[in-house]
């Protein structure tokens, strides 16, 4: 985006419509092309105009990473084949015997990435409740390298205090890495907090209708971009140009999408708080939420996701699940159409028995963009069915 002499700089979402995506030089098209060509012609050996293979650069790449670079005000950019193939480019940064603290209740492929791979390879890790500070205090070693932040977190939809971990942090020498999936960059902007990584799932909010597995690294940190870009190229787990394409289109309506899905997030909440078979309701725009301070003060809103507990245990979640009609069960989040599930049997199974291990009576429900009295009404009559106890 050219800089407008002199404009001041651009809102959110005029960013998440033109940054990087300029009209086609070529044509004038106003979508950016989706490139697929393998290799690009050489003017002389070593001579050529930016891009050589496409799996080292790609156009259609190069314009998501500059406009998801450009929403999350970071410097650098990597795009990925998918968020666990992001994530594994950063937590590649550490070396054996490095140590890492991650949340107590991270994403369950996040848990089995750092445990069950990283681990193998002499990185040592500690789970910790996040939105402790003293508990992240003492899960630091003098081998510390990064702590792990997920907020709000997936599932359990805790805050944690971006401004204080990175303080705290930098006091000891580590990097602060941000999953800024349930968020977005519309909602929580984690460089501008302290952060120095932030890392998506562009597979949901992003990506936003639930056709394209991806995923994003963003950095202010020329040492950790170095490696990330590096890595991108060395390992090869990149984004087709096609995939890049339907995240670049995903992204000019992030804004809308969330300002209707946060809204409709909070009427559902408010709705399952007051029911007899709902046990607890987890959604930070509640004030009763621990972390509904801590939220207000950097989130924009407090997102489309929320969980809950049944009165009637795990008997009752799994009817819930399996009643609603307009809610869909299904793994993922962030798109278009509401879905529920079961955390403890689907998307947290790999953290079984772990330390994150997760209430068998919570249900999650991503909220989409249904008709939000049609939403409550589906989870009225599922609920009304669920054995209570
Ligand atoms: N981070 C969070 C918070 C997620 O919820 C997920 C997937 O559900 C991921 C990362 C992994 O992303 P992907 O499925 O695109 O590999």
């Known amino acids: 985006m050219s800089d407008g002499g002199g404009r001041p700089r651009p809102g959110f979402e005029t960013l998440a419509i033109h940054a990087g995506q300029e009209p086609d030089g070529a044509t004038g098209a106003v979508v950016p092309p989706i490139h697929l060509a393998t290799t690009y012609a050489q003017d002389g050996v070593g001579v050529h105009r930016g891009f050589e293979y496409s799996r080292s650069g790609n156009p259609t790449r190069t314009t998501l990473e500059t406009a998801l670079a450009a929403l999350e005000l970071a410097s650098f950019g990597f795009a990925f084949a998918s968020g666990m193939a992001a994530e594994d480019a950063v937590l590649r940064f550490l070396r054996p015997g490095d140590h890492i603290v991650i949340p107590n209740d991270a994403y369950g492929g996040t848990y089995r990435l750092v445990a069950r791979v990283h681990a193998d390879y002499g990185i040592a890790f500690t789970p910790a409740d996040l939105t402790d500070p003293t508990a992240v205090a003492e899960a630091f070693r003098a081998e510390t390298r990064l702590v792990w932040v997920e907020t709000p977190s997936n599932p359990m939809l805790r805050i944690a205090d971006i401004a204080a971990i990175a303080e705290l942090a930098h006091r000891q020498g580590a990097r602060v890495v941000v999953d800024n999936t349930f968020a977005t960059p519309y909602l929580q902007q984690p460089l501008d907090l302290g952060a120095d990584v932030v890392v998506h799932s562009t597979t949901k909010y992003l990506g936003g209708h639930s056709d394209v597995v991806g995923g994003f690294v963003a950095t202010g940190d020329g040492e950790v971009a170095d490696r990330v870009g590096f890595l991108q190229n060395a390992t090869g787990a990149v984004p087709s140009p096609f995939d890049c394409y339907l995240v670049l289109r995903g992204v000019k309506t992030l804004a809308v999408r969330l300002d209707r899905q946060c809204a409709s997030a909070m009427a559902v909440a408010r709705f399952l708080a007051e029911h007899p078979a709902v046990n607890h309701v987890s959604y930070p725009g509640i004030e009763t939420h621990p972390g509904h301070d801590v939220a207000k003060r950097q989130m924009r809103d407090y997102g489309a996701m929320l969980s809950f507990t049944l009165r009637g245990g795990e008997p009752a979640a799994l009817d819930v699940a399996a009643s609603t009609g307009i809610f869909t069960l299904a793994e993922s989040l ?56």
């Open 334 to 389: 962030g798109a278009v159409e509401s879905l529920i599930e079961h955390p403890a049997r689907m998307t947290h199974l790999s953290v079984a028995g772990s330390a994150l291990e997760v209430d068998p009576s919570l249900l999650r429900l991503s909220i989409g963009l249904e008709t939000v009295e049609d939403l409550i009404a589906d989870l009225s009559i599922a609920l009304e069915r669920a054995p209570a106890r």
